[in-house]
């Protein structure tokens, strides 16, 4: 059809955001929806997927169609512009906002999950993306629609799923013995290192972008409960994703020196966080920083001569370096250095070093109340005349007006 190309791009974009899409026949969507609704995990529950073929009943073209079932899951479908009429699009399931442990039980109840089952209900919600009616991706669907039925305006219709009330007895033998006890951990599991491994991927990468993709999971149930104590918990589980994204960034090109200090840093934290409330905005910040850390350190690629180049750099820019310095320090001509460095990183050693050390003092003139001639003398140069022309020549300001500048902006920034 004339829009194949538009829907592979809009589904694409679906998966980033770990949003299921499907395009399917009318009357085979609970097939369609059975590998990522809850009944691979639970078996037959009492909304079971005939009853979703069911309950889509009679469909119109040019309209779109939101379900929301028992358990909140919510689903947009329409049909497709087809000569037979019985395509359509189906999305879900996501939620519109995530339920607290308290409504997670309630939801457990009017379903028929035992109190034994319900963690591996909490732990399936934690996998299933959280989306704001507002969200971008619901723009790109309406600008998708417009295109395929050629009309800026549609009919949306809101169906309701049936309300019911569970017959099933809730105990602790509901849904299975030990096999169906190992079924659910091994499904569970899968998916929390699914996600896991996903993280990674994008931290390795340096991925910035991808944070609140990566980040809409950390609801207050993404967390395996290990421990009674709460705040114990999301105490343990902050250390392992610091030692996941540690090792993922490791495996992004970071030497062990950049990430000892990184990991070193949110050890303290994590010990410090005053209540596991706190854990979501700590796991933002770790996986920002360790980001930062790939994009601004990685040597992935880079010949083993250069990477030693940038590691005694990046040590000490205080110390006396330069082109023959290294090289010394190396093992090796200044002219093969200075040729495996501008062909590794596309600058020469000096372009490098006063690059390095601009950035520093940035960094010092933003953070400390240091003179400017101190930072000076840590950023390696003993002329402060000669560091001020530096820094002007790459930040086009003066140290001084540098720090007053940004001086003023955190001020209004308050």
Same mark, same amino acid.
Request: charged letters at 25%; aromatic letters at 10%; a neutral charge.
């Given at each position: ?102 409504? %997670?039980?309630?939801?457990? &109840? *009017?379903? #028929?999950?035992? +109190?034994?089952?319900?963690?591996? /209900?909490?732990?399936? $919600? ?118 996941? %994204?540690?090792?993922?960034? &490791? *495996?992004? #090109?970071?030497? +062990?020196?950049?990430?000892?200090? /990184?990991?070193?840093? $949110? ?124 820094? *002007? ?22």
């Amino acid at each position: 059809m004339f829009y194949d190309g538009k829907l592979e791009f809009l589904r694409d974009v679906f998966k980033k955001c770990r949003v299921h899409t499907a395009v399917i026949a009318k009357g085979e969507i609970g097939e369609a929806v059975k590998d990522f609704r809850l009944e691979p995990i639970f078996g037959e529950l009492p909304l079971g997927e005939h009853d979703l073929d069911r309950i889509l009943g009679e469909m119109s073209a040019r309209t779109v169609y939101r379900f929301t079932d028992s358990f909140g899951f919510c689903y947009i479908y329409f049909l497709l512009p087809s000569l037979d009429k019985t395509t359509l699009l189906l999305v879900g399931p996501y939620l519109n906002t995530a339920p607290s442990h308290e409504q %997670l039980l309630e939801i457990g &109840e *009017k379903n #028929g999950i035992s +109190p034994k089952q319900q963690k591996y /209900l909490t732990e399936y $919600f934690s996998s299933v993306p959280v989306l704001s009616n507002e969200n971008y991706l619901f723009a790109m669907l309406d600008t998708f629609c417009e295109l395929i039925w050629r009309s800026p305006s549609f009919d949306i219709v809101d169906v309701n799923s049936p309300t019911h009330t569970s017959k099933l007895s809730i105990s602790e033998n509901v849904y299975g013995g030990e096999k169906g006890d190992v079924l659910v951990d091994m499904k569970t599991m899968e998916t929390r290192y699914a996600f896991e491994n996903q993280m990674m991927r994008a931290v390795s990468l340096g991925q910035l972008h991808m944070e609140k993709q990566m980040l809409s999971a950390f609801s207050a149930q993404a967390f395996e409960k290990r421990v009674s104590d709460p705040s114990r918990n999301a105490k343990n589980y902050c250390i392992i994703m610091n030692t996941l %994204l540690r090792k993922a960034a &490791e *495996k992004g #090109g970071v030497h +062990p020196l950049y990430l000892d200090k /990184l990991s070193s840093e $949110f050890a303290t934290k994590i010990e410090n966080m005053p209540s596991h409330y706190e854990n979501q905005s700590l796991m933002r910040e770790m996986f920002r920083s360790y980001c930062h850390l790939v994009r601004e350190h990685s040597t992935r690629g880079f010949p083993p001569i250069v990477q030693k180049a940038i590691l005694l750099i990046d040590a000490d820019l205080s110390a006396d370096i330069s082109l023959h310095s290294i090289a010394e320090a190396l093992g090796v001509s200044a002219g093969y250095l200075s040729t495996a460095f501008k062909k590794a990183t596309g600058n020469t050693i000096s372009e490098y070093i006063r690059e390095k050390r601009i950035k520093y003092a940035a960094y010092l003139l933003n953070t400390t109340h240091l003179q400017v001639q101190t930072i000076a003398l840590h950023c390696g140069v003993l002329d402060v005349q000669y560091f001020s022309k530096m820094f *002007k020549e790459y930040m086009k300001q003066t140290p001084t007006q540098y720090r007053l500048s940004h001086r003023v902006e955190a001020e209004q920034e308050r």
